[in-house]
Every structure is written in structure tokens, then in C-alpha cells.
């Protein structure tokens, strides 16, 4: 879950904090030919973001969304999940126990339209503390929704695991949960590699803080996840938030792009591996916050941008310098 200039949180800092921290930490590691290839051109930006859902629309209450995911059912219609807090944030009055539904026929129509909330967390029934950063896949014909369940006590936080065959009614797995990490293991993300499934997830290198990271599982049959690994490591050390929040993973053709979150700053990394990326191997920084990559139906390409103090959910062209745009991408156009 992004956290930085969007909580009221004691780690919160200035997006031109973060940003000056991301640039010195960048040239402590960067070579000098990645310094020049990256100053001429980014292999990745956006263009400008256009809001298309205010959550406290119509609302007694100033209700917000953070990290979300998009999916588009079999009828067409897209939905939106996420983190939902009436602001001003304060965990002890609600942690984020509701997630957040809207729904639109077209994914840059604005304004969508909100739903009543998806799923409530309940911590005496299913051990779920929160419901945090959900990421919802399909895969043969069930829906499968990835979301942080945290925990009433501590920081090993618990992935948890629902399912829906349409979108709108959801099932706790037995298999939950389906990993236990920390410091505050959070923001799943999963991609799909072969025959294997791979979740992605913000931690740290040690369960009580060290080098924030992205680290992994994988599965044969998104139920039963092992063999973790880290990803990625950045050089800056902590507990919660931290540099390496909401990663998303996008293959396009051979390359392998990390997205991941730095309170208002997205970066973004290059690898030809889907379980190793260097941190110097940087190659495009966009301002946004808690993003997800989406395509339309179209096979256009979007990010998108939201906070709990950043008013609604944006979306912003997605713009390649790869020369990988007719090659075959792990999401595919209205996945």
C-alpha cells in the first residue's frame, strides 16, 4: 500500500524530498552509459492524468481510494477495487476494513460509478485485519482476488486470498493464508510466467526491518504459494512504507518492467528475468502514486494514479520507447 505524502503516517515525506532522494540514491549506482541513455530518453512515460472517479461523490462522508486494481468482466464491464478511508485517515478509527467497488462500461469514462463496498474484513471469522492494494486476475473462468489482510497484532502481515465468478460475490479461500511476511508484507501483484504464477509483494529484506524490497512466490494453481525469493532491493533501509510499495510487473515481449512506488514518484526497472532486477537498471520515472498498468479494449495503454489525499483515481496515457508495441505483452487489450 503507498503510503509517502498520502498518510498521516511519521514516515511521511515531500514529494521533492522523494524525489531527491531517488535522484541521489540513482546516481550512487547508475554507470555512467546508463546516465546518458536515460537522460536522452525514458523507455517509459505517461502523458497527462485525467480524473474519472471521485470516491466522496455524493457522499455525507469524504471518502478516498488508494492502491486499487482494474479488471474487465465478461460482459464488458470494467471494475475498479481498492483501498477506501474516510479522510482524514485514522487507522484507529478504520484501518481500511472495506474495499471499495465502482464500475463503468468504458475504462476512461468519468465519472464511474460507485458501488456498495465489495467486502468488509472481518478479523473473528477469517483472521482479516484490513483489506489493502487487492489485484484481481482471471483465470478459467473464476476470478481471483489477491489482497492484503494484514494483522491485529504485529507487522507479519498475511496475503489473503478470494474468488468470484462474477465480480460481484466473493468467496474466502481455505487455502488462506496464503503467505505470512514482513515488515508489513503488502501490495500483491501476480503475473503469469509459463506454466508458473509469480506474487509479487512489498517488503523488507529482514521480517523486522532492513532493505525495502520486492519479493516473490510462486505457484502451479494460485492456491499454494512457496519459495520465496527477493526480487529486487533497494538501498534505502526501514520498517513500513518505504520505496518498494505497490509493484506491478508487465512483460512485453522478452522484457520484463518493474513499476514500483516511492511516495509521489513511480520508478520503473528493465530486466530480461522475471525474478531479478538491478537497481540500476532504471529507465523511467513517472509522478504518480499507488499506479496500475491497464489496457483498454483497444490495446492502448494506461497508468494510474491515486492517494489518500490526492483526490479521485486518474488515468494517464502509458507511452512505450522499446519498440516492443507489436510485440506479445502479458496484458493483454481489456485484460
Same mark, same amino acid.
Given at each position: 500500500?503507498?503510503?509517502?505524502?498520502?498518510?498521516?503516517?511519521?514516515?511521511?515525506?515531500?514529494?521533492?524530498? =522523494?524525489?531527491?532522494?531517488?535522484?541521489?540514491?540513482?546516481?550512487?549506482?547508475?554507470?555512467?552509459?546508463?546516465?546518458?541513455?536515460?537522460?536522452?530518453?525514458?523507455?517509459?512515460?505517461?502523458?497527462?492524468? $485525467?480524473?474519472?472517479?471521485?470516491?466522496?461523490?455524493?457522499?455525507?462522508?469524504?471518502?478516498?481510494?488508494?492502491?486499487? $486494481?482494474?479488471?474487465?468482466?465478461?460482459?464488458?464491464?470494467?471494475?475498479?477495487?481498492?483501498?477506501?478511508?474516510?479522510?482524514?485517515?485514522?487507522?484507529?478509527?478504520? #484501518?481500511?476494513?472495506?474495499?471499495?467497488?465502482?464500475?463503468?462500461? &468504458?475504462? !476512461?469514462? &468519468?465519472?464511474?460509478?460507485?458501488? *456498495?463496498?465489495?467486502?468488509?474484513?472481518?478479523?473473528?471469522?477469517?483472521?482479516?485485519?484490513?483489506?489493502?492494494?487487492?489485484?484481481?486476475?482471471?483465470?478459467?473462468?473464476?476470478?481471483?482476488?489477491?489482497?492484503? =489482510?494484514?494483522?491485529?497484532?504485529?507487522?507479519?502481515?498475511?496475503?489473503?486470498?478470494? !474468488?468470484?465468478?462474477?465480480?460481484?460475490?466473493?468467496?474466502?479461500? *481455505?487455502?488462506? #493464508?496464503?503467505?505470512?511476511?514482513?515488515? @508489513?508484507?503488502?501490495?500483491?501483484?501476480?503475473?503469469?510466467?509459463?506454466?508458473?504464477?509469480?506474487?509479487?509483494?512489498?517488503?523488507? &529484506?529482514?521480517?523486522?526491518?532492513?532493505?525495502?524490497?520486492?519479493?516473490?512466490? !510462486?505457484?502451479? @494453481?494460485?492456491?499454494?504459494?512457496?519459495?520465496?525469493?527477493? +526480487?529486487?532491493?533497494?538501498?534505502?533501509?526501514?520498517?513500513?512504507?518505504?520505496? $518498494?510499495? &505497490?509493484?506491478?510487473? +508487465?512483460?512485453?515481449?522478452?522484457?520484463?518492467?518493474?513499476?514500483?512506488?516511492?511516495?509521489?514518484?513511480?520508478?520503473?526497472?528493465?530486466?530480461?528475468?522475471?525474478?531479478?532486477?538491478?537497481?540500476?537498471?532504471?529507465?523511467?520515472?513517472?509522478?504518480?502514486?499507488?499506479?496500475?498498468?491497464?489496457?483498454? +479494449?483497444?490495446?492502448?495503454?494506461?497508468?494510474?494514479?491515486?492517494?489518500?489525499?490526492?483526490?479521485?483515481?486518474?488515468?494517464?496515457?502509458?507511452?512505450?520507447?522499446?519498440?516492443?508495441?507489436?510485440?506479445?505483452?502479458?496484458?493483454?487489450?481489456?485484460?
Amino acid at each position: 500500500m503507498g503510503t509517502g505524502l498520502w498518510t498521516c503516517h511519521p514516515r511521511a515525506v515531500s514529494y521533492t524530498q =522523494a524525489m531527491l532522494r531517488s535522484i541521489l540514491l540513482g546516481l550512487a549506482f547508475l554507470s555512467p552509459a546508463l546516465v546518458s541513455a536515460t537522460a536522452e530518453k525514458a523507455l517509459v512515460e505517461a502523458g497527462k492524468f $485525467t480524473e474519472i472517479f471521485d470516491p466522496k461523490a455524493g457522499e455525507k462522508d469524504p471518502w478516498c481510494i488508494n492502491d486499487h $486494481t482494474f479488471i474487465r468482466g465478461r460482459d464488458g464491464t470494467w471494475h475498479v477495487f481498492g483501498i477506501t478511508h474516510i479522510l482524514p485517515v485514522d487507522f484507529a478509527r478504520d #484501518p481500511g476494513k472495506n474495499l471499495l467497488h465502482a464500475t463503468a462500461k &468504458s475504462l !476512461t469514462q &468519468s465519472p464511474w460509478h460507485k458501488e *456498495p463496498f465489495a467486502v468488509t474484513a472481518d478479523w473473528n471469522k477469517y483472521g482479516e485485519w484490513l483489506f489493502w492494494a487487492p489485484h484481481v486476475i482471471r483465470h478459467n473462468e473464476l476470478y481471483y482476488m489477491f489482497v492484503c =489482510a494484514g494483522n491485529k497484532h504485529g507487522h507479519q502481515y498475511k496475503i489473503h486470498l478470494l !474468488t468470484s465468478k462474477d465480480l460481484w460475490h466473493w468467496e474466502r479461500s *481455505p487455502a488462506n #493464508p496464503l503467505l505470512t511476511d514482513g515488515f @508489513d508484507a503488502r501490495d500483491p501483484n501476480v503475473l503469469q510466467a509459463g506454466k508458473r504464477w509469480i506474487l509479487y509483494y512489498a517488503a523488507t &529484506s529482514k521480517p523486522e526491518g532492513g532493505n525495502h524490497v520486492v519479493a516473490c512466490v !510462486t505457484s502451479g @494453481d494460485l492456491l499454494h504459494w512457496a519459495n520465496r525469493k527477493v +526480487v529486487f532491493t533497494h538501498p534505502e533501509q526501514g520498517t513500513f512504507g518505504g520505496p $518498494t510499495e &505497490s509493484p506491478f510487473v +508487465v512483460r512485453r515481449g522478452k522484457s520484463y518492467y518493474l513499476f514500483i512506488c516511492d511516495s509521489g514518484t513511480i520508478n520503473v526497472y528493465l530486466s530480461k528475468d522475471p525474478f531479478h532486477w538491478e537497481f540500476q537498471d532504471h529507465v523511467g520515472t513517472i509522478n504518480a502514486h499507488a499506479s496500475e498498468v491497464v489496457r483498454d +479494449v483497444d490495446g492502448k495503454w494506461y497508468i494510474s494514479h491515486a492517494g489518500w489525499e490526492e483526490g479521485g483515481l486518474s488515468l494517464a496515457p502509458l507511452i512505450w520507447h522499446d519498440g516492443l508495441d507489436k510485440a506479445d505483452a502479458s496484458l493483454k487489450p481489456g485484460g
